[in-house]
């Protein structure tokens, strides 16, 4: 996809890379290798991590630098309740919105998800699954909502929700689900199918993690 400017890239290469496992919690980020890596000046990278750093993606330690943030237990189940929330409105935005090929892309992104799934390849089931649900959300054209729902993914355990035993197939399920309902153009089953997919998540983990209390 197209970037605005190079800052915007390189927030999205890491946020994508924070999510999906690449870089791992408490992780240093060193700017220089940021940039080696992209090939890009330092400029854009400094950008880029103090954007991540007020979403809540990195913290800056003394003597550390800059770091992935650690996940928090407390007000994770208010974080649910606001994703709900904020996604149903995107979801319910961009499925009007949706043409020919991002279906086709959506289907290609999904059966990379169902490969990674079979594989045991947990960063790259966490990478596709960002991807995905980037791209719907991108066709809301809703840019407030959809940069506060990136600061809940922020504080969202993605890790621990697929390190859930079986979680990562059952979610095939339900992406399936959701993206059929999208490609019939059903506003209110793909709301639904969003709402369920978060839902089934949270639940899991909160069985295996009791002491996160329930919504």
């Known amino acids: 996809m ?3 400017t190079k800052e915007d890239y390189v927030a999205d290469f890491l946020r994508e890379g924070i ?5 791992t919690r408490g992780q240093r980020l060193k700017q220089t290798e940021i940039a080696e890596t992209l090939k890009l000046s330092i400029t854009p990278v400094r950008e880029a991590l103090k954007l991540l750093e007020a979403e809540g993606y990195l913290v800056r330690e003394s003597h550390h630098g800059v770091t992935v943030s650690s996940f928090d ?8 309740g606001l994703r709900v929330q904020m996604e149903d409105r995107l979801m319910r935005a961009a499925v ?3 043409t020919k090929q991002d279906i086709a892309e959506l289907k290609i992104l999904q059966n990379s ?3 990674a799934v ?4 947990m960063i790259e089931v966490r990478r596709i699954n960002y991807r995905l649900h980037r791209l719907v959300y991108l066709r809301a054209e809703l840019p ?6 990136q600061v809940l993914w922020a504080k969202y355990p993605f890790d621990l929700v697929n390190s859930v035993k079986g979680r990562a197939k059952r979610a095939i399920q339900e992406h399936r689900i959701l993206l059929r309902a999208i490609a019939k153009g059903d506003v209110e089953g793909s709301a639904l199918a969003i709402k369920q997919h978060i839902q089934e998540g949270w639940e899991e983990l909160r069985i295996s993690l009791p002491e996160i209390k329930a919504l």
């Not at 079979?118 to 390849?121: F, N």
């Open 113 to 115: 998800f169902e490969a």
């Open 144 to 149: 407030q909502t959809f940069h506060f729902v």
């Open 19 to 23: 999510i999906s496992g690449q870089f």
């Open 96 to 98: 009007p919105r949706m």
């Open 118 to 121: 079979t594989k045991a390849d």
């Open 73 to 80: 237990k407390t007000g994770a189940a208010d974080v649910l």
């Open 2 to 4: 197209e970037y605005r």
